[in-house]
């Protein structure tokens, strides 16, 4: 179900935070009211998975937070917003992913992407991608909440979403 009012994220095992433009979803979130109890939900536990802007949501902490920008939080981490360039140089990857159920690598498309640059001890970096001198976390988990820089919903693999769905469960 699609989610725009808390009284809706009563009825829900898990939520999916997708991508778009983490700014505005910030600003929608809090028009809605829906931002306190959303974040509320998360720090008791609601399984989540966010894509792209959505891992920005979940991260504790932002390097540049634009203009007052908020974040749910949920993930102990320090996210940079389109950490890879602007929207032209978005890319796609395939990635190794370090879980049992990945047995051959994940095709990732990384559309004006965020990268993680610290992580809290808790926080399990899934993959990485080399870019810039460095290797950059962009799919880590931590809990029952669950972050990609790039768009498992765009290619038709479903390993993600699987992952999450047995988080949900
Ligand atoms: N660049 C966007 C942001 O900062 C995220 C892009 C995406 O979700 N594909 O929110």
């Known amino acids: 179900m699609l989610v725009r009012r808390p009284a809706e994220l009563d ?15 910030d600003k929608l979130m809090r028009a809605f009211g829906l931002f306190e109890p959303l974040a ?5 536990g609601l399984p989540v998975f966010g894509s792209c802007a959505g891992m920005i949501l979940l991260a504790d902490r932002l390097v540049e937070a634009h203009r007052g920008q908020r974040t749910l939080g949920g993930i102990d981490m320090l996210v940079r917003r ?7 140089d978005s890319f796609e ?3 190794e992913v370090a879980d049992a159920r990945f047995t051959s690598p994940v095709h990732a498309v990384f559309i ?3 990268w993680v640059e610290e992580i809290g001890a808790g ?5 990485s991608v080399d870019f810039g001198g460095g290797s950059r976390p962009v799919a880590v988990r931590q ?12 290619t038709g693999d479903l390993r993600f979403h699987e992952m999450f769905a047995r988080m949900t469960r």
């Open 143 to 154: 809990g029952r909440a669950l972050a990609t820089s790039f768009h498992p919903e765009v």
């Open 11 to 25: 009825a829900l095992d898990g939520i999916v935070l997708p991508g778009g433009e983490s700014t505005t979803i």
């Open 112 to 114: 004006r992407a965020p």
């Open 123 to 127: 926080v399990e970096v899934l993959a």
């Open 40 to 44: 509320d939900r998360i720090a008791a």
């Open 93 to 95: 990857a395939d990635l």
């Open 82 to 88: 389109n950490a890879f360039g602007r929207q032209v």
